[in-house]
């Protein structure tokens, strides 16, 4: 999450001037390790998304059972995966 964040802030896609880790920290977020597992199913996904960040985090939450938080529209074509669209 840390990765995409300071990403999408250098592109100009993300506007925040804040400590990115400090902030994860003090919300209650934590860091989810990259498995071999979740880079495995990147491949059993799908090609309905081009963008390889996006494509692992959905893996993720696919394999981890998680709620995928996200603006993105095109999350829903997954539908398999919790969204809470924010």
């Not at 309905?48 to 696919?62: E, T, Y």
């Amino acid at each position: 999450m840390g990765w995409e964040i300071v990403i999408k802030r250098s592109l100009g896609k993300l506007v925040y001037d804040g400590n990115i880790a400090a902030t994860i920290e003090e919300e209650g977020f934590g860091l989810l390790p990259i498995e071999l597992t979740d880079v495995e199913a990147v491949a059993h996904l799908p090609d309905v998304h081009r963008d390889p960040f996006d494509r692992l985090l959905i893996a993720q939450a696919r394999v981890r059972g998680l709620t995928l938080v996200t603006a993105d529209p095109n999350f829903h074509r997954y539908r398999d995966v919790q969204l809470l669209k924010v």
